[in-house]
């Protein structure tokens, strides 16, 4: 699977960005889709995630700002950012695991490259 993040860049305070990543092949409806950023000079961290079926998960500084869907047709999954804070800037990625549920970095078998989500105050 090759994953392609793209809708970074930059955003005032309290904007929105919407982050699209795409897939390549015919099984991406078998994987569930995470999203994970990183800071500079910060581990990588995960922030948003959906399963197989739809169920999403949710770190908790980002519950009722970011959100996750699927669209399988299209081997595409989206973040929709709200509320933008400057601590929200990073490198955006996206990520395939053939875990249902999946948090971990490690859990996940394949990246994109990134896309950059810059926060100005």
């Known amino acids: 699977v090759q994953l392609q993040a793209c809708g970074g860049g930059l955003v005032l305070a309290g904007g929105y960005l919407r982050l699209s990543c795409g897939a390549s092949g015919r099984t991406f409806s078998r994987y569930s889709m995470g999203w994970f950023r990183q800071a500079p000079g910060k581990e990588r961290e995960f922030v948003i995630g959906?399963?197989?079926?739809?169920?999403?998960y949710i770190e908790d500084s980002v519950k009722g700002r970011f959100s996750i869907s699927r669209d399988n047709a299209k081997n595409t999954v989206y973040l929709q950012m709200n509320s933008l804070k400057p601590e929200d800037t990073a490198v955006y990625y996206c990520a395939a695991s053939g875990s249902s549920i999946a948090t971990m970095h490690y859990e996940y078998d394949y990246w994109g490259q990134g896309t950059q989500v810059t926060v100005s105050s």
């Open positions: 959906i399963s197989q079926s739809g169920s999403t």
